[in-house]
Protein backbone atom coordinates (compact mmCIF):
# COMPACT_ATOMS: atom_id res chain seq x y z
CA UNK A 1 0.00 0.00 0.00
CA UNK A 2 2.81 2.48 0.71
CA UNK A 3 4.70 1.38 -2.33
CA UNK A 4 1.12 2.34 -4.01
CA UNK A 5 0.90 5.69 -2.41
CA UNK A 6 4.44 6.74 -3.59
CA UNK A 7 4.12 5.75 -6.71
CA UNK A 8 0.76 7.89 -7.43
CA UNK A 9 1.84 10.74 -5.74
CA UNK A 10 5.21 10.79 -8.18
CA UNK A 11 3.19 10.20 -11.21
CA UNK A 12 0.89 13.13 -9.97
CA UNK A 13 3.76 15.07 -9.10
CA UNK A 14 5.17 14.72 -12.56
CA UNK A 15 2.00 15.81 -14.16
CA UNK A 16 2.28 18.65 -12.21
CA UNK A 17 5.33 19.52 -13.44
CA UNK A 18 5.23 19.13 -16.94
CA UNK A 19 1.41 20.41 -16.76
CA UNK A 20 2.77 23.98 -14.96
CA UNK A 21 5.81 24.20 -17.29
CA UNK A 22 3.85 24.26 -20.17
CA UNK A 23 1.25 26.26 -18.69
CA UNK A 24 4.12 28.78 -18.49
CA UNK A 25 6.14 29.03 -21.35
CA UNK A 26 3.93 27.66 -23.89
CA UNK A 27 3.78 30.03 -26.64
CA UNK A 28 0.22 29.48 -27.55
CA UNK A 29 -2.35 30.10 -24.75
CA UNK A 30 -4.80 27.16 -25.87
CA UNK A 31 -1.63 24.89 -25.08
CA UNK A 32 -1.04 26.57 -21.49
CA UNK A 33 -4.67 26.43 -20.69
CA UNK A 34 -4.67 22.63 -21.84
CA UNK A 35 -1.54 22.28 -19.42
CA UNK A 36 -3.25 24.38 -16.03
CA UNK A 37 -6.10 21.80 -16.78
CA UNK A 38 -3.60 19.00 -16.68
CA UNK A 39 -2.28 20.80 -13.29
CA UNK A 40 -5.74 20.59 -11.73
CA UNK A 41 -6.39 17.19 -12.36
CA UNK A 42 -3.34 16.02 -11.03
CA UNK A 43 -4.02 18.24 -7.85
CA UNK A 44 -7.84 16.43 -7.80
CA UNK A 45 -5.56 13.44 -7.53
CA UNK A 46 -3.42 14.64 -4.73
CA UNK A 47 -6.94 15.38 -2.72
CA UNK A 48 -7.76 12.07 -3.04
CA UNK A 49 -4.11 10.64 -1.83
CA UNK A 50 -4.71 13.53 1.15
CA UNK A 51 -8.42 11.32 1.50
CA UNK A 52 -10.01 14.07 0.72
CA UNK A 53 -12.77 12.92 -1.99
CA UNK A 54 -15.19 15.74 -1.95
CA UNK A 55 -12.33 18.65 -2.37
CA UNK A 56 -11.10 16.16 -5.11
CA UNK A 57 -14.72 16.00 -6.75
CA UNK A 58 -15.26 19.91 -5.76
CA UNK A 59 -11.91 20.72 -7.63
CA UNK A 60 -12.78 18.94 -10.45
CA UNK A 61 -16.30 20.78 -11.10
CA UNK A 62 -14.95 23.95 -9.98
CA UNK A 63 -11.53 24.10 -11.45
CA UNK A 64 -12.16 21.87 -14.54
CA UNK A 65 -15.26 22.19 -15.36
CA UNK A 66 -15.70 26.33 -14.66
CA UNK A 67 -12.66 28.18 -14.57
CA UNK A 68 -11.41 26.85 -17.39
CA UNK A 69 -13.93 27.17 -19.15
CA UNK A 70 -13.58 31.00 -18.59
CA UNK A 71 -9.98 31.54 -19.24
CA UNK A 72 -11.06 29.74 -22.71
CA UNK A 73 -13.69 32.21 -23.13
CA UNK A 74 -11.62 34.79 -22.42
CA UNK A 75 -8.81 33.76 -24.95
CA UNK A 76 -11.16 33.79 -27.98
CA UNK A 77 -12.90 36.97 -27.18
CA UNK A 78 -9.15 38.94 -26.72
CA UNK A 79 -9.10 37.54 -30.10
CA UNK A 80 -5.67 35.53 -30.07
CA UNK A 81 -4.06 34.67 -32.90
CA UNK A 82 -3.12 31.69 -33.73
CA UNK A 83 0.22 31.68 -34.22
CA UNK A 84 0.32 32.59 -30.27
CA UNK A 85 0.01 35.95 -28.44
CA UNK A 86 3.70 35.19 -26.89
CA UNK A 87 5.61 33.91 -29.87
CA UNK A 88 8.65 36.88 -29.78
CA UNK A 89 11.12 36.10 -27.49
CA UNK A 90 11.10 38.13 -24.75
CA UNK A 91 13.67 40.11 -23.11
CA UNK A 92 16.51 39.35 -21.33
CA UNK A 93 15.60 41.52 -18.36
CA UNK A 94 12.11 40.41 -18.00
CA UNK A 95 13.73 36.71 -17.72
CA UNK A 96 16.30 37.84 -15.57
CA UNK A 97 13.27 39.35 -13.50
CA UNK A 98 11.08 36.25 -13.64
CA UNK A 99 13.54 34.26 -12.58
CA UNK A 100 14.09 36.10 -9.64
CA UNK A 101 10.41 36.73 -8.38
CA UNK A 102 10.69 33.10 -8.85
CA UNK A 103 13.49 32.42 -6.75
CA UNK A 104 13.24 34.85 -4.10
CA UNK A 105 10.20 33.60 -2.38
CA UNK A 106 11.05 29.27 -3.71
CA UNK A 107 14.38 29.28 -2.03
CA UNK A 108 13.42 30.81 1.84
CA UNK A 109 10.44 29.00 1.56
CA UNK A 110 12.03 25.81 0.44
CA UNK A 111 14.80 26.38 3.19
CA UNK A 112 12.23 27.09 5.89
CA UNK A 113 10.12 23.85 5.12
CA UNK A 114 13.12 21.50 5.20
CA UNK A 115 14.76 22.97 8.13
CA UNK A 116 11.98 23.41 10.24
CA UNK A 117 9.36 20.45 9.44
CA UNK A 118 6.33 21.08 11.21
CA UNK A 119 5.18 18.07 13.19
CA UNK A 120 2.89 15.99 11.26
CA UNK A 121 0.51 12.75 11.94
CA UNK A 122 1.55 9.63 9.25
CA UNK A 123 -1.53 9.36 7.58
CA UNK A 124 -4.26 11.40 6.79
CA UNK A 125 -6.92 11.74 8.69
CA UNK A 126 -10.72 10.68 7.85
CA UNK A 127 -13.04 13.32 7.62
CA UNK A 128 -16.77 12.20 5.85
CA UNK A 129 -18.62 14.52 4.08
CA UNK A 130 -21.48 13.93 6.38
CA UNK A 131 -19.23 15.93 9.11
CA UNK A 132 -18.10 18.75 6.20
CA UNK A 133 -21.99 19.40 5.70
CA UNK A 134 -22.46 19.73 9.49
CA UNK A 135 -19.40 21.95 9.56
CA UNK A 136 -21.06 23.78 6.73
CA UNK A 137 -24.20 24.63 8.73
CA UNK A 138 -22.81 25.03 12.07
CA UNK A 139 -19.74 26.75 12.97
CA UNK A 140 -18.60 27.48 9.81
CA UNK A 141 -22.27 29.05 9.13
CA UNK A 142 -20.80 32.35 8.19
CA UNK A 143 -18.27 32.30 5.71
CA UNK A 144 -20.50 30.09 3.86
CA UNK A 145 -23.14 32.50 3.56
CA UNK A 146 -20.68 35.10 2.85
CA UNK A 147 -19.25 33.24 -0.11
CA UNK A 148 -22.42 32.76 -1.56
CA UNK A 149 -23.14 36.76 -1.04
CA UNK A 150 -19.53 37.09 -2.53
CA UNK A 151 -20.15 35.08 -5.74
CA UNK A 152 -23.25 36.81 -5.96
CA UNK A 153 -21.59 40.10 -6.13
CA UNK A 154 -18.80 39.09 -8.36
CA UNK A 155 -21.56 37.39 -11.04
CA UNK A 156 -23.58 40.67 -11.31
CA UNK A 157 -20.41 42.88 -11.17
CA UNK A 158 -19.17 41.02 -14.16
CA UNK A 159 -22.35 40.84 -16.08
CA UNK A 160 -23.12 44.85 -15.14
CA UNK A 161 -19.22 46.20 -16.35
CA UNK A 162 -19.13 44.27 -19.57
CA UNK A 163 -22.60 45.00 -20.41
CA UNK A 164 -22.34 48.83 -19.61
CA UNK A 165 -18.97 49.34 -22.00
CA UNK A 166 -20.72 47.25 -24.89
CA UNK A 167 -24.10 49.22 -24.52
CA UNK A 168 -22.07 52.48 -24.88
CA UNK A 169 -19.75 52.01 -28.03
CA UNK B 1 11.06 13.38 4.51
CA UNK B 2 7.54 13.34 5.86
CA UNK B 3 4.90 13.10 3.47
CA UNK B 4 3.48 16.92 4.93
CA UNK B 5 7.14 18.21 3.86
CA UNK B 6 6.62 16.36 -0.05
CA UNK B 7 3.05 18.24 -0.32
CA UNK B 8 4.28 21.52 0.16
CA UNK B 9 6.96 21.40 -1.83
CA UNK B 10 4.42 20.88 -4.63
CA UNK B 11 2.29 23.46 -3.21
CA UNK B 12 6.00 25.84 -2.99
CA UNK B 13 6.66 24.49 -6.97
CA UNK B 14 3.50 25.74 -8.35
CA UNK B 15 3.47 29.22 -6.03
CA UNK B 16 7.42 29.74 -7.67
CA UNK B 17 6.35 28.66 -11.10
CA UNK B 18 3.16 30.98 -10.82
CA UNK B 19 5.49 33.74 -9.99
CA UNK B 20 7.78 32.95 -13.00
CA UNK B 21 4.84 33.13 -15.42
CA UNK B 22 3.14 36.28 -14.02
CA UNK B 23 6.19 38.50 -14.25
CA UNK B 24 7.65 36.97 -17.60
CA UNK B 25 4.15 36.12 -19.78
CA UNK B 26 2.97 39.25 -21.87
CA UNK B 27 -0.46 38.63 -22.20
CA UNK B 28 -3.27 39.64 -19.75
CA UNK B 29 -4.69 36.07 -20.44
CA UNK B 30 -1.12 34.54 -19.81
CA UNK B 31 -1.11 36.33 -16.18
CA UNK B 32 -4.27 35.03 -15.07
CA UNK B 33 -3.49 31.59 -16.07
CA UNK B 34 -0.27 31.61 -13.78
CA UNK B 35 -2.57 33.29 -11.16
CA UNK B 36 -4.38 30.25 -11.41
CA UNK B 37 -1.49 27.96 -10.61
CA UNK B 38 -0.62 29.98 -7.53
CA UNK B 39 -3.89 29.73 -5.88
CA UNK B 40 -3.77 25.84 -7.26
CA UNK B 41 -0.90 25.42 -4.82
CA UNK B 42 -2.14 27.27 -1.94
CA UNK B 43 -5.14 24.76 -1.48
CA UNK B 44 -2.83 22.13 -2.19
CA UNK B 45 -1.27 23.57 0.92
CA UNK B 46 -4.20 24.11 2.90
CA UNK B 47 -5.65 20.37 2.29
CA UNK B 48 -1.94 19.30 3.12
CA UNK B 49 -1.81 20.77 6.46
CA UNK B 50 -5.30 20.43 7.55
CA UNK B 51 -5.23 16.47 6.81
CA UNK B 52 -1.65 15.43 7.60
CA UNK B 53 -1.13 17.31 11.06
CA UNK B 54 -3.34 16.68 14.38
CA UNK B 55 -5.45 20.31 13.08
CA UNK B 56 -9.07 20.51 12.26
CA UNK B 57 -9.45 19.06 9.65
CA UNK B 58 -12.70 20.28 8.42
CA UNK B 59 -11.93 23.67 8.82
CA UNK B 60 -8.67 22.40 6.88
CA UNK B 61 -11.50 21.33 3.59
CA UNK B 62 -13.93 23.75 4.74
CA UNK B 63 -11.27 26.73 4.11
CA UNK B 64 -10.13 25.32 0.35
CA UNK B 65 -13.74 25.32 -1.03
CA UNK B 66 -13.93 28.63 0.04
CA UNK B 67 -10.48 29.24 -1.52
CA UNK B 68 -12.10 27.54 -5.15
CA UNK B 69 -15.63 29.95 -4.48
CA UNK B 70 -13.28 33.14 -4.36
CA UNK B 71 -11.27 32.29 -7.31
CA UNK B 72 -14.20 31.25 -9.11
CA UNK B 73 -15.54 34.95 -8.24
CA UNK B 74 -12.09 36.23 -9.27
CA UNK B 75 -12.03 34.99 -12.39
CA UNK B 76 -15.40 36.18 -13.49
CA UNK B 77 -14.16 39.28 -12.74
CA UNK B 78 -10.82 38.88 -14.31
CA UNK B 79 -12.66 37.90 -17.75
CA UNK B 80 -15.49 41.04 -17.70
CA UNK B 81 -12.24 43.65 -16.90
CA UNK B 82 -10.19 41.98 -19.67
CA UNK B 83 -12.85 42.47 -22.04
CA UNK B 84 -13.36 45.40 -21.25
CA UNK B 85 -9.18 46.63 -21.51
CA UNK B 86 -9.42 44.46 -25.04
CA UNK B 87 -12.62 46.60 -26.57
CA UNK B 88 -10.59 49.80 -25.27
CA UNK B 89 -6.92 49.41 -26.29
CA UNK B 90 -7.55 46.90 -29.18
CA UNK B 91 -4.97 44.45 -27.57
CA UNK B 92 -4.42 42.43 -24.18
CA UNK B 93 -0.30 43.00 -24.28
CA UNK B 94 -0.12 44.23 -20.61
CA UNK B 95 3.07 46.61 -22.11
CA UNK B 96 1.21 48.77 -24.79
CA UNK B 97 -1.71 49.60 -21.99
CA UNK B 98 0.21 52.03 -20.21
CA UNK B 99 -2.76 54.76 -20.89
CA UNK B 100 -3.92 56.52 -17.63
CA UNK B 101 -6.72 59.37 -18.19
CA UNK B 102 -10.61 59.50 -16.66
Not at chain 1, 41 to 57: N, Q, S, T, V
Not at chain 2, 42 to 59: D, E, H, K, R, S
Request: with cysteine.
Amino acid sequence: MEILAKTAFAFYALIICIGSIMAVTSKSLVRALIGLIAVMIAIAGMYLLLAAPFIAFMQILIYVGGISVLIFFAIMLTKASSDGDESWPSSLRSTLNALVAMLAPGVILAVVILKHPPASIPGPAEVGVVNLGKGMLGPYLLPFELISVILFVAMAGAVLVAWRKWGNK
Amino acid sequence: MSALTLYQLVALFLLSIGFFGLVWRRTLVGMVISLELMINGAGLAIVAAAQLTPANAVMGQLGTLFVMGLAAAEATLILAIVLIVVKRFNTSQAEEISEMNG
